[in-house]
């Protein structure tokens, strides 16, 4: 164990001095043409979703999804600091290679099977991406690995609205994400992978650990990160760490399987780059991603058109055929009106939005009339 992790730190500060300086832009290669031009995706989910407990519940789902003309399935395969599939690296970093409601299963296996049977592709979503756990002060990853935690200035675990953080500038939690990554590419018939508002993400209040501290300062002639974490240059400097991160795993996969879909679902920007350092914009111009799905969620027709056009603003024209808002259709008891949901639809196709994706799968099924005719919008 100690060899392995010797060897990931020594891998991972190679990755990042040598990030942005031996790979170049014309290295990165072309985003695959979309393979039609219909495009509707559904997050299935572990929490609040039973969907993942059995064959047969996947089974069922991919059946709904197929009738309802969903071409594209969103799975999770990591949050609480498990896997939703057969790990051998989380079996070395933490004794568990599945969540253990799943011990003896393979979900994720499970799904590629059932769905590739109707055409629907399927994309392994990283929800939890660089949060360690969620209400566990950073669970068996975090107690295991105490320095790869995630500080704020007051040295406390990085901690907001629940989800405790690793720390995505630490060279061994990067790597330990990226071999996550790969592990799925290499051992799955998988069409894509996604990572989502947290990976790669931080909250801003984050970046103050002994690690990055010491990197900001080898970079800025010695001097300590600023007090105020709203600093402009602060900001641009976290968020590049980040976009060189989603670079790395852009080229990894692709390296690996070229016609792996690499997707992100982050949160709308400016608001995501403020509060989670997410700089989708860059991701997009420097080619660090296939498909770009924000998370569009709104509670009325006026504030889902402005947010859409203040989005497509930071896209070029020619990039919104690989621009798919994420659309809100359940939240705990939340669920928006028909006429709600038809109108959002409307506000896309008139924008020239050619598809969404739908949070989440447990709230199709309040909407039959409208996914029964859903393909002819």
Same mark, same amino acid.
């Not at 031009?37 to 519940?57: E, K």
């Not at 690690?211 to 001097?223: E, F, I, P, W």
């Given at each position: ?22 790979? +170049? ?24 979703? +039973? ?8 089974? +069922? ?166 007090? %105020? ?13 980040? +976009? ?40 997009? %111009? ?92």
């Amino acid at each position: 164990m100690k060899n392995k992790f010797i060897s990931l730190l020594l891998c991972g500060i190679f990755i990042l001095c040598h990030w942005g300086c031996t790979q +170049t832009e014309e290295e990165i290669p072309s985003p695959p043409a979309p393979a039609d031009t219909w495009f509707s995706g559904v997050w299935v989910t572990s929490v609040a979703s +039973t969907v993942m407990d059995s064959r047969d519940n996947i089974r +069922t789902c991919v059946e709904t999804c197929s009738s309802y003309g969903i071409n594209h399935i969103f799975i999770v395969v990591w949050n609480k600091g498990y896997t939703h599939y057969p790990s051998a690296i989380m079996k070395q970093l933490t004794g568990e290679e599945i969540a253990p409601k799943y011990t003896g299963r393979d979900p994720l296996q499970e799904m590629i099977e059932e769905a590739h049977k109707k055409n629907i592709q399927v994309h392994a979503w990283f929800e939890y991406g660089f949060a360690a756990s969620y209400n566990a002060n950073g669970g068996a990853i975090l107690q295991r690995n105490p320095h790869w935690a995630a500080r704020d200035r007051e040295g406390k675990l990085l901690t907001k609205n629940g989800f405790e953080w690793m720390n995505p500038f630490h060279p061994e939690v990067r790597e330990c994400m990226l071999s996550l990554v790969m592990e799925v590419v290499e051992k799955y018939d998988i069409d894509g992978i996604q990572g989502d508002d947290r990976m790669p993400a931080l909250p801003a209040t984050g970046g103050y650990d002994d690690y990055t501290v010491q990197l900001y300062q080898q970079a800025h002639n010695g001097a300590n990160p600023p007090a %105020s974490h709203t600093d402009e240059a602060w900001i641009n400097w976290c968020a590049g760490l980040l +976009t060189e991160f989603q670079g790395e795993l852009y080229r990894r996969v692709k390296a690996a399987k070229p016609d792996v879909v690499v997707s992100c679902a982050p949160s709308v920007y400016p608001w995501g780059r403020t509060e989670y350092l997410q700089d989708w914009p860059a991701w997009v %111009s420097k080619g660090y991603t296939d498909l770009v799905i924000p998370q569009h969620y709104r509670y009325d027709a006026d504030a889902y058109q402005a947010t859409l056009l203040q989005q497509l603003q930071y896209l070029p024209s020619e990039g919104r055929n690989r621009f798919y808002p994420g659309l809100l259709i359940r939240n705990g008891a939340y669920t928006p009106e028909p006429a709600f949901l038809q109108q959002m639809i409307e506000i896309n196709r008139r924008n020239g939005i050619r598809g969404e994706v739908f949070w989440f799968y447990e709230g199709l099924s309040l909407f039959p009339d409208f996914f029964t005719t859903y393909r002819n919008h």
